[in-house]
């Protein structure tokens, strides 16, 4: 391939005429050879002579152009800090106006020319930040830290372990979100309810809303640690011979309600399984009302369920025997002989020893005697405990395990048939009814309390009537057997019927309201409870003690016939809803309240509150009951 001509003649024409032209390549390739011929066993050219001259006066050229005196002051520029160049405001962040090439006067002091003084205006800034920062770093770290501690207000676990602790289980509840008292799910028209006892206290006062729970979350479990405020048991209710074991898997919650199943299947060497929960220890009330919204089980007209929603004292556990000996079924604060075991000393008084339970040889009571009396020496000696208070006379306030049913449901006789006819007690058809009762010790001779129409009022008794069962020798009932909405069982109407019961604790003025189908059935007045001369107690208030709530659905024997054959099994109870009010001011909810503690003392027996194996509290858990000063035992 050729190149093209070129029109200059001194263009050159071959690689040798380009060395000899007089251009810097031909002149750089001609160095190169003589530096070539110089040395020719060297591999790198080196200059000759003629060369090296050339180079030294361009290098002198260089060095006098570019070489300045170590002094500044003779390299001919203006060293004055006070001569302003154009480019000073790249290197000075304070600007200072410039005229003619001088800094203008009356410009302010140079922030970064402080003429030598002490203090200057950006010194002082730089400390005040660092000051600002020193005091920031100070206050986040330990100033924070302490001020909140003082000035915190700590969330109340109102008597329980599960607000901003732990549950009775030890456990951290796992439910998030909705868990406060008030269910959020409650609709604001439930926030306060009217008083129903008329002629009570608490006439014509509002109630507010202190706990409720809605149970409209489906899949909800209440294995321990599952929920903050329920529990169910794992355990076999042998107390009333229950026919089945109690398990948490036959609780949940379902379509918006909770669901109790009661069902045929072999577990724990029993055939059937149910389910019982509660409150214990983590939701407890003094005073006010209770009610809940429940579809019952199984069929208005087949005996043999024994679904129930009840209450009982803190310091007794449901179903765990051990915490109750001594303390079930007793309100009672005084000390004589009702706080002695079988209520009699040597069989004194007579009454006691008569008209009694037959199958106790008709002997009034088996009971063990209250464990926690007034009558307990008021200085304790080692292995004795007593949860308090004292009274100002430095005796003991009795504390026990009391217990108020909102219901029991049951298949009876009704007073007034579906199509409105009337019949004698015991000659009507079969219906479903509900037991609403309280439970008491010690007991009335034979009993019998006084029930005259001043302490225990029907609200209608067309439908109600006093329970013909008032008594055992473990307890002494209080009872009113009422007929309930025939349509709400699950396998008829299954619509839900409110039940629950309104009371105000205490000797004076202190009663008992229960509703049954969102309307008052009966009610017991504190003096039908009072002292009775023949048995030579005293009176027993109505409760005191912070309740608790539970639910369940079993079956036994020993609350009335069962009717195996035609019991619809799986058969379930639904509960729409729970929600408990107290009076305007008065709000009293916990299960540690100030006036009647329960946290040290189950702290101290927790084993008797979660081993259901431990039956009694002497020769099961091997504690004592404390000594009584009313057999001279101080």
């Not at 170590?70 to 004055?80: E, I, K, T, V």
């Not at 009302?289 to 579809?295: A, K, P």
Request: with cysteine.
């Amino acid at each position: 391939m050729s190149l093209p001509a070129h029109d200059g003649a001194s263009t050159p024409t071959s690689f040798s005429s380009l060395l000899a032209a007089d251009t810097p390549y031909g002149k750089s390739m001609q160095r190169t050879n003589s530096i070539n011929s110089l040395n020719s066993d060297n591999p790198y050219p080196t200059l000759s002579k003629s060369h090296n001259s050339g180079l030294s006066r361009l290098s002198g050229n260089i060095s006098e152009k570019f070489s300045l005196s170590p002094d500044p002051r003779h390299w001919g520029s203006n060293l004055s800090p006070d001569f302003a160049e154009a480019d000073d405001d790249i290197h000075n962040p304070d600007h200072v106006p410039v005229v003619n090439g001088r800094p203008a006067k009356h410009a302010g002091r140079h922030l970064t020319s402080d003429n030598g003084a002490v203090f200057s205006a950006r010194g002082l800034a730089n400390v005040g930040c660092l000051v600002i920062l020193c005091v920031g770093i100070v206050t986040l770290f330990a100033g924070y830290p302490i001020i909140t501690a003082l000035t915190r207000d700590d969330l109340s676990n109102n008597g329980a372990f599960n607000i901003g602790g732990i549950n009775a289980t030890g456990q951290i509840p796992s439910l998030t979100g909705n868990f406060g008292l008030i269910d959020e799910e409650t609709p604001h028209s439930a926030y306060t309810v009217p008083a129903w006892n008329q002629n009570g206290a608490w006439a014509g006062q509002e109630m507010d809303l202190v706990f409720s729970d809605e149970f409209n979350l489906d899949g909800r479990t209440f294995y321990p640690g599952d929920d903050p405020y329920w529990e169910a048991v794992d355990l076999h209710y042998w107390a009333t011979n229950n026919l089945e074991w109690y398990d948490p898997a036959a609780i949940t919650t379902k379509n918006g309600s909770l669901v109790i199943t009661l069902e045929q299947k072999e577990t724990h060497n029993l055939n059937y399984q149910g389910g019982m929960m509660s409150t214990w220890n983590k939701f407890c009330f003094t005073g006010g009302y209770i009610e809940v919204s429940v579809q019952l089980p199984g069929l208005n007209n087949v005996a043999g369920l024994w679904p129930a929603v009840w209450t009982m004292g803190n310091l007794g556990r449901a179903g765990y025997g051990a915490s109750l000996e001594g303390m079930w079924p007793y309100t009672y604060d005084a000390c004589d002989v009702g706080t002695v075991a079988n209520q009699s000393v040597n069989g004194n008084p007579p009454a006691a020893m008569v008209n009694g339970d037959p199958s106790a040889n008709g002997e009034l009571s088996y009971l063990p005697g209250q464990r926690l009396s007034r009558c307990s020496c008021p200085n304790l000696i080692a292995g004795e405990s007593h949860p308090g208070p004292k009274h100002s006379d430095g005796s003991w306030v009795g504390r026990a395990a009391p217990e108020i049913d909102i219901f029991e449901a049951q298949i009876g006789a009704l007073l007034t048939g579906p199509d409105g006819t009337t019949y004698p007690l015991g000659e009507g058809p079969k219906g479903g009814q509900v037991s609403q009762s309280a439970q008491w010790a010690p007991f009335n001779a034979a009993y019998v309390w006084q029930n005259s129409s001043a302490n225990e009022i029907f609200a209608n008794p067309g439908i109600s009537y006093q329970n013909g069962y008032t008594g055992s020798s473990t307890q002494q009932a209080t009872s009113v057997v009422t007929q309930t909405n025939q349509q709400c069982y699950e396998g008829d109407g299954q619509c839900f019927s409110v039940y629950g019961f309104e009371y105000k604790p205490g000797f004076d003025n202190g009663y008992i309201t229960w509703i049954s189908s969102g309307t008052p059935s009966w009610t017991l007045n504190a003096a039908g409870m009072g002292p009775d001369q023949l048995v030579q107690i005293s009176a027993r208030p109505v409760p005191q003690e912070p309740l608790y709530i539970i639910m369940n659905l079993g079956m036994s024997e020993n609350f009335g016939k069962v009717d195996i054959a035609h019991l619809p099994f799986p058969v379930h109870m639904y509960v729409d809803y729970v929600r408990v009010y107290q009076p305007k001011g008065q709000r009293n909810v916990g299960c540690d309240p100030k006036d009647f503690p329960t946290q040290s003392y189950i702290n101290q027996y927790m084993e008797a509150y979660t081993n259901p194996n431990l039956t009694t509290w002497r020769n099961d858990f091997g504690q004592n009951f404390l000594r009584n000063s009313f057999l001279g035992q101080c």
